[in-house]
């Protein structure tokens, strides 16, 4: 068994014996993208998922997810480094969910409202089947 390396925008795709040697070379990686690309990088890390969010050459946000196995997804979009790690959070928060109605020990005062409301959405779905 081998473990991909794979970063679809920088066109790389390298196999390596090891998960470590893959997740070291994905790290390189992200790190030569972010320094070409971005002159601000910021990162956050939520339950197992890392957040990278860069600015693009168009003025908009790069937010790279990397999944506790590794996998890389992507999405842009407009606003500022701290409002994609609100998304971001928001986002992890959602698949992370543990089912119950409570507030999330990762997204701020400010996003609880609107995850109890999608929390509850979830419910009603429940209900409904």
Same mark, same amino acid.
């Given at each position: 068994m081998s473990y991909s390396a794979h970063f679809h925008s920088l066109g790389t795709a390298r196999e390596h014996q090891t998960k470590d040697e893959a997740a070291a070379d994905l790290a390189s990686m992200i790190t030569f993208l972010c320094e070409h690309e971005s002159a601000e990088v910021k990162i956050a890390s939520v339950h197992g998922h890392v957040g990278v969010f860069s600015y693009d050459l168009y003025g908009g946000i790069i937010t790279r997810n990397i999944w506790p196995e590794g996998r890389v997804s992507q999405c842009s979009g407009p606003g500022t480094p701290g409002e994609a790690e609100a998304r971001f959070r928001n986002h992890v928060a959602q698949i992370t969910w543990d089912g119950v109605l409570a507030a999330s020990?990762?997204?701020? $005062?400010?996003?609880?409202? $609107?995850?109890?409301?999608?929390?509850e959405f979830q419910f009603r779905l429940m209900g409904d089947n």
């Open positions: 020990d990762i997204l701020s $005062e400010a996003q609880q409202g $609107e995850f109890r409301w999608w929390c």
